[in-house]
């Protein structure tokens, strides 16, 4: 297997990411109130990736 010498230069959109407040309001997460990847204009409760991720957990784990 090779080893990758050539690192990839860093994407435009991680460092977007890694600045909360960039790119418009975000809803905050209904759970912890961290910000989403949704903006303010979408509807009903909101979460975030995290929270997202442990509902959908959650979900397939009931019943
Ligand atoms: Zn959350």
Do not use: I, N
């Amino acid at each position: 297997m090779d080893e990758p010498y050539c690192e990839t230069p860093t994407p435009a959109s991680a460092a977007a990411a890694g600045h909360p407040g960039t790119g418009g309001p975000f809803a905050e997460c209904v759970l912890c109130r961290k910000p989403t990847e949704y903006p303010e204009s979408v509807k009903g409760a909101t979460l975030c990736p995290v929270c997202e991720w442990q509902e959908a957990q959650r979900t397939a784990c009931s019943g």
